[in-house]
């Protein structure tokens, strides 16, 4: 006579031992503040010396006749005379 697989009954799991994969990781990392101070000063400076960097070339510029590129277009050259007028 042929047999039948045993029924076996599973044994409940205890409550406390499920856990659920976190679904965003990102939520669950701590936040990392970081001060702005530092950042705003260094983007100071750089603003600065770019500020520098433009100005002295422009008036170099404007001393040599060739660099016109460097020195702007022409409209920017005679809105700066009407200014200055």
Do not use: F, I
Request: proline fraction near 5%.
């Amino acid at each position: 006579m042929p047999q039948k697989p045993l029924k076996v009954t599973k044994k409940a799991k205890d409550p406390r031992r499920v856990t659920k994969k976190q679904k965003n990781l990102r939520k669950a990392a701590p936040l990392q503040l970081k001060s702005k101070k530092k950042s705003l000063q260094h983007l100071k400076k750089l603003k600065k010396s770019s500020s520098l960097t433009e100005t002295t070339e422009r008036l170099v510029a404007s001393k040599v006749g060739h660099l016109e590129l460097l020195r702007g277009t022409r409209k920017e050259l005679e809105k700066g005379k009407k200014n200055s007028k």
